[in-house]
């Protein structure tokens, strides 16, 4: 059965954490030691893993025969359906893991709710994503209050990594038709429920880490509806070439 | 044509025995818990697996070696389902399975921790070190050589190991 709003719903599911999961990776090779650089590659790999679970399900759902990869190697920018905070540039390791809680947070919460879906392989991939996330979370959140109670260099960075991120978690929380039809089916959670648990966390984590919570009055949207800032474009390219050079092929 | 008796489950499960994790050679799938099920008919075989985390790379290795196994024994054609639900936890591992863990220098999950969503608890279980039997470690890293296990150090005997985390 084809479902227009199920499938994006999991392109919104999927593309955040392909995103961010491409953008994570990276890390990899370059993390500022060791143990940290593999730690990002795991998170990474758990993300992009969430990625090809949902996006797979998202091409059942929508019956046109499109499995992940397809969804992930040939569409543009304008049909990914990704939050601008994930597709930003990775900045300095502070940018990267301020980023990993502010994303990590809602993603535990979102897959928490959707471990309820009527759908059940939905429910069956949030379950599993539930554990995954929850130590991306921890992982993050120590992170942040190193770097925040840390040393004047650090605790600047991690300050202008929450400044210059704040501003793209207001779309996370924004409920369009889709999400309250999913919503109302069942399928998934309606984002905007997820707000307020969401902030409760955020802001202990940064209270703890001597982080200011910045105060702005606008917050940047646009990717649910395949509105994208000019970094995603760049980050597909790359991500897509090889499967683009050379279609089908399998190693 | 003789017909040879379908094979039981714990029959086929006895074959798959064979197949080890390519990342922690000393379990195999059965004993991990990978393998969910398996049934034999006269259409051949199918095996129900899930995977231990999202994006585990082994599991396209292990379902080919799967396939290999049963191939051997000639049950006909093998169909392999991937399942998520219930999700994969260590809680299925087998007491005798995490002793093997332990003997090859992995320390074994240890119980599940409660779903408390407070990101700054730090987890109150120690874990031992699997080389002198240490209770005094630390853990360096919740992430380690794969996404299944974390990276931690005895004071004790100065030596890092891997434990195979709780999830």
């Known amino acids: 059965m084809s479902d227009p709003a199920s499938f994006s719903y999991l392109t919104r599911l999927g593309d955040d954490r392909l995103v961010l999961g491409h953008r994570v990776s990276e890390w990899c090779g370059h993390g500022p030691i060791l143990e940290e650089d593999i730690a990002l590659a795991n998170v990474a790999l758990d993300m992009i893993g969430e990625a090809t679970l949902l996006l797979k399900l998202a091409g059942q759902l929508e019956g046109k025969g499109r499995n992940e990869d397809a969804l992930a190697y040939f569409r543009e920018a304008i049909d990914y359906r990704n939050a601008l905070l994930v597709e930003l540039p990775i900045g300095d390791f502070a940018f990267t893991i301020v980023r990993q809680l502010l994303f990590s947070v809602f993603s535990l919460l979102q897959m928490e709710a959707l471990q309820r879906s009527t759908n059940a392989d939905l429910a069956g991939i949030a379950a599993k994503a539930v554990k995954e996330a929850r130590y991306h979370v921890r992982h993050a959140a120590q992170w942040v209050v190193t770097l925040g109670d840390g040393t004047d260099e650090s605790h600047a960075r991690a300050q202008r990594a929450v400044d210059e991120l704040w501003r793209y978690t207001g779309e996370l929380f924004l409920a369009d038709a889709i999400d309250h039809a999913v919503a109302e089916s069942g399928f998934g959670v309606d984002p905007s429920r997820l707000a307020e648990p969401w902030r409760v966390q955020v802001e202990e984590v940064l209270h703890r880490a001597t982080l200011a919570i910045p105060t702005v009055a606008y917050m940047q949207r646009g990717g649910r509806d395949g509105r994208h800032t000019e970094h995603l474009g760049h980050m597909l390219a790359e991500m897509q070439i090889v499967a683009r050079s050379y279609p089908g092929a399998t190693w | ?167």
């Not at chain 2, 099920?37 to 599991?59: E, H, K, N």
């Not at chain 2, 191939?71 to 219930?86: D, N, Q």
Request: charged share 25%; glycine share 4%; proline share 7%.
């Open chain 2, 1 to 167: 044509m003789v017909r040879r008796a379908l094979p039981s489950r714990e029959e086929l499960l006895e074959i798959l025995d064979a197949v080890k994790d390519p990342e922690v050679p000393v379990l195999s799938v059965v004993e991990l818990g990978i393998v969910r099920d398996a049934v034999a008919s006269d259409a051949g075989v199918v095996v129900t697996i899930t995977p231990t985390y999202s994006g585990c790379p082994a599991m396209q290795e292990i379902e080919t070696e799967i396939r290999r196994a049963l191939a051997a024994e000639a049950l006909g054609p093998v169909e392999i389902h991937t399942t998520y639900s219930p999700a994969w936890t260590t809680d299925w591992i087998t007491a005798a399975a995490k002793e093997k863990l332990e003997a090859y220098g992995i320390a074994p999950p240890g119980l599940v921790e409660s779903s408390e969503l407070i990101p700054l608890r730090r987890r109150a279980a120690t874990v031992r070190c699997p080389y002198c039997k240490s209770q005094d470690t630390e853990q360096k890293s919740v992430f380690g050589s794969t996404a299944c296990k974390s990276i931690w150090f005895c004071n004790q005997c100065r030596q890092p190991f891997e434990e195979f985390k709780a999830i």
